[in-house]
């Protein structure tokens, strides 16, 4: 009936999760004379590292999400499931799942599990609903549609308090997703939108960037992270270090700063880059197999990515917790390479070695044509750093169309266009009973 | 404040919506010496008739959908409002309108309601949760994401008969938009998803078009209806003509046909594209004048497209009901360039004149580089076609990178290649508790 009963006889690895780290096994492993199931809730690859530019209106989001079963089209031994698994049985061996058609029971020989992160807000789901992260294809269309909508909202309001606030932009968390979503805030807000607005200017709008660390970028060392301050500052975005949100509803923010001072800030639109947490997935196949989890819920691993006692389960990527590498997609897809190779060593009589993480560096984008880059411990700035950029971006974007469609709304955006612009009216959260002056007659 | 305040000495005009309508009479107008306030609840002006391209995954959404906001960037005296109309008051020439920033109430001295038509159900408003319509941005993101996903619920069911049913589409109403749907669809199922599956063979995806008259593209004149027929039959849609669909639920339709038999098609997916009903803006703006509606709710206008007893007040596009005029773009058009031309002779003292509508004839997309087109009386089909209906569909489309980028997406989509569609399984809707035989082990 599928194509496992046919060929069963072949190794099978049930691959969960078409991030990077998942994506790159089940590519790698595709070459191998295994059979391969790659599970995901979503029907695409989402390139994560590119979420902020949907958001912006840069780049639409179908060219950084190709869909998985386009991808594996011509890799007949790869099959693709949309499906959310449920659960594990590491003594039968199989992988629960829910798809839209039916319930699923996937049996494996080796399990690679790649479910990665998700947003977190540390112990306050409440927020969720007034600062949506970016970590999905949803978030960034929902963050997208609020920072456009704000500047509607600005337009049509007549209060100057209510128009202020919806002209302030608060981004929590100062890693590359915080920093790139705040320049591009800004440079909408002084390029795209300048000549747009009748009533408001739009380059009055103020980006607010927070973090509790001492510096934006921290993990790409003082040198660059000095680099980047200067040109946040130069663009106009206001950086808060050292500042904990300690509370966020929908008219705002409550930050302490280091000094312990507790500040209010009015801002209609709110975005939390701040933290992230592991799939309930790490702690499921992580109680299956009688292994540990850390505070953000990553499944500790052996050195090589498999869990103790079941040297035929891999966790990768985000989702796991080795050797304090960081939860960045460059780790991800070293480590689905990694567990490829271990699984076509096994099955070659070879000798398997531990995960070796080759760091290649770290890169944001942080202005017009302008990008900060430490790669391989070259560090670029400035528009060499955004030729490197671009150059590493389209690499691992996935198909050529894409990349085309990248490069083209990459030129688009210098010119100050963005045309990825798509709400409407009930997209704009309104806070509760706010600023409403009724019959405020306009214009007269 | 706003900058109707600055120049309110001007002669005010405020236009209700960002269709084709609202779109050419702003356009039009912002030539001429007078303020345009133009309100619409979406931030997009949506070229509608290429809608089921992105159903279809061709072109993505932004393309066909720019915000109107951009459009008018360099008409200084257009000033763009995202906000719902709520009322009118003719007599003190007020707009009532609620924007995610305040509501307002905005004056005039002319006032043109372009507020168009969304789908109906005849008064069957519970098929919409099952049979979403293709008239919205939203419309097409839905049946985008449940036409590709009925494809994902089909690879994963293992029981026969869901798998038929997911794999069968049913598109009710065969007039221009359900004709290229179902054609896109089975284009879809025997070009792009060929390889893509590894247990369904997509192209056995069964598409039935129904349809209440006798043929196809009715309002084409019976040449092209023969030609839609033999080339929908050719590529295999399977048309049911003098059928009407008697009840719609979450497995399928019922639909009876001409001798009075009632047949039951289980179809998992299914699009609603027969029938139209004006946006209640319609009658209450007829109300307020004293005028009538018809119907569907469309206000009858006097000759030259305005209301009895209000020559400040025009009503034009799909929302009016004049000389039988049918629901296309190019009456929504020219009927905007009419309310534009009339309002500044007015100003001018010139004489006016009753709006006289010029066919340009229609066409339809039906298949792989294969359109039916109507021209001013010369027929095409085929390639021919095609190229007649790709010149005029980048003349009307606003914006040139979306003409290059459509043009782009129609070459790559010619090759059988469709990547915009992002969608996740929570998007496909299951029938309540069905096909789920649980546990069944795949592939053992």
């Known amino acids: 009936m599928s194509s496992h009963a046919r060929t069963a006889s072949r190794h099978r690895v049930v691959v969960v999760g078409g991030g990077f780290g998942g994506l790159f096994a089940a590519r790698r492993l595709s070459r191998s004379n295994v059979e391969v199931t790659l599970v995901d809730r979503s029907a695409n690859h989402v390139f994560q590292p590119m979420l902020y530019q949907c958001a912006t209106g840069i780049v639409p989001v179908a060219t950084i999400a190709p869909p998985l079963r386009a991808i594996f089209r011509r890799r007949r031994n790869v099959c693709v499931l949309l499906a959310e698994v449920t659960g594990f049985d590491l003594d039968r061996r199989l992988v ?103 009533s408001i200017d739009s380059a009055t709008a103020r980006v607010l960037l927070f973090d509790g660390g001492t510096e934006p970028l921290a993990t790409f060392g003082d040198h660059l992270s000095e680099r980047a301050t200067r040109t946040l500052r130069r663009i106009g975005v206001e950086l808060h270090m050292s500042s904990l949100a300690t509370s966020v509803d929908d008219r705002g923010l409550e930050v302490r700063s280091g000094d312990g001072q507790v500040t209010r800030y009015d801002a209609r639109t709110i975005v939390w880059t701040a933290g992230v947490a592991a799939s309930p997935l790490g702690r499921m196949v992580a ?56 699984i076509r060593h096994r099955l070659e009589g070879r000798e398997t070695r531990p995960f070796h993480y080759v760091d290649m560096g770290s890169m944001a984008y942080v202005g017009r044509g302008h990008a900060i880059v430490d790669f391989r411990g070259l560090k670029l700035s400035g528009f060499l750093g955004w030729l490197m950029w671009a150059a590493v971006h389209l690499t691992f974007l996935t198909g050529f169309m894409n990349r085309f469609a990248a490069l083209l709304n990459w030129m688009t955006a210098l010119t100050g266009t963005r045309r990825v612009r798509v709400f409407s009216a009930s997209d704009v959260p309104s806070p509760a009973g706010a600023d409403r002056a009724a019959e405020a007659v306009r214009g007269r």
Do not use: N
């Not at 829910?98 to 540390?122: H, K, M, N, Q």
């Not at 100057?160 to 320049?183: H, I, K, N």
């Not at 989890?293 to 990768?316: M, Q, S």
């Open 96 to 198: 629960y799942a829910r798809s839209p058609g039916a319930e699923l029971a996937l049996p494996y020989d080796s399990l690679i599990v790649a479910a990665g992160v998700r947003t977190s807000y540390f112990g306050h789901d409440e927020y969720a609903r007034h600062a949506p992260g970016l970590k999905t294809v949803d978030d960034a269309m929902t963050v997208g549609r609020r920072i456009f909508g704000a500047f509607e909202a600005a337009e049509a309001s007549d209060d100057p308090d209510a128009r202020r606030a919806w002209l302030t932009f608060a981004v929590v968390g100062a890693g590359p997703t915080g920093v790139e979503l705040s320049a591009q805030i800004r440079r909408a807000a002084t390029h795209t939108l300048k000549r747009e607005y009748r």
């Open 287 to 342: 109680e299956a197999a009688g292994a540990s989890t850390d505070r953000a819920g990553r499944v500790e691993v052996l050195p090589d990515c498999t869990l103790p006692g079941r040297p035929e389960v891999f966790v990768i990527g985000d989702l796991m917790s080795l050797d304090h590498l960081p939860g960045v997609a460059e780790v991800a897809m070293q480590s689905g390479l990694h567990a490829a190779r271990v």
